[in-house]
């Protein structure tokens, strides 16, 4: 396995942060959803991962080049223990299996560094019961206690994969505060609609998180117009077109 190389944009010091990870799962959710926040807050990149393991492409934004996976930071304006600054770990990629136990590591270093000690992961997943309830998980006593007190819906029973699954079990085994947020999602196409869903719950975990969802409601709306073009119609309206809505 090749190693991972944290790349540093910013020495910002963040109070008290809380990080939030999206990785491209099932329906795009933890992608789609982070970087709708990281619009909508208009964070800065503070921070990237590279390796030569990873596809070779780099993201244009503001007309810089970053690598695959970036890391973002927001300061609040009134910070405090409860709610601190936010920090945002975003990618677009599928790792190799193997990868994601060194980008743990190397996350894991990062956090550190930046004094994170709250991590909570997006993740979407194929529905677990008929109201496609979102289901949430923790690594920690105390993870599992906020859950309970904000009336989340656990996880007691069932398999995280990728990242997440990484994240959890090696976060169980150190004592690491890590919440897994699980949301049911379209195991063939992008679903901006299950990633507006779970900003309701993200905002319980991260207080004053307040965004207006509507605009991925919206970008819903359009990948439904095109399926239902293709079913009534006939076009050619294929899922790689559809993710060309993401860039």
């Known amino acids: 396995m090749a190693e991972m190389k944290i790349i540093k944009y910013s020495d910002q010091k963040y109070y008290n942060p809380v990080a939030i990870v999206g990785f491209p799962g099932m329906g795009l959710v933890g992608s789609i959803l982070t970087s709708f926040v990281i619009r909508e807050l208009e964070m800065e990149a503070v921070a990237a991962i590279t390796s030569s393991e990873f596809p070779p492409y780099t993201l244009i934004q503001n007309g810089n080049p970053y690598p695959p996976i970036r890391v973002y930071g927001c300061k609040r304006e009134h910070a405090s223990e409860s709610c601190g600054d936010i920090i945002i770990v975003t990618s677009e990629i599928t790792l190799r299996p193997d990868n994601y136990y060194v980008l743990n590591a190397t996350l894991k270093e990062l956090f550190e560094e930046m004094g994170i000690a709250s991590v909570i992961a997006l993740e979407g997943i194929p529905p677990i019961d008929e109201e496609r309830s979102i289901f949430a998980c923790g690594s920690s006593a105390a993870s599992k206690k906020r859950i309970e007190d904000l009336g989340l819906k656990k996880l007691d029973e069932g398999l995280v994969r990728g990242l997440t699954g990484v994240m959890l079990y ?34 319980k975990l991260v207080p004053e998180l307040k965004i207006d969802a509507r605009p991925l409601y919206k970008e819903a709306e359009e990948i439904e117009n095109k399926i239902k073009q293709q079913q009534e119609y006939g076009y050619d309206v294929a899922p790689k077109d559809i993710q060309q809505l993401y860039g």
Do not use: K, Q, T, Y
């Open 170 to 203: 090696e976060a169980f085994h150190s004592g690491a505060d890590v919440i897994a947020m699980l949301c049911p999602a379209n195991p063939s196409l992008p679903d901006p609609r299950s990633a507006a869903r779970i900003l309701e719950p993200l905002s």
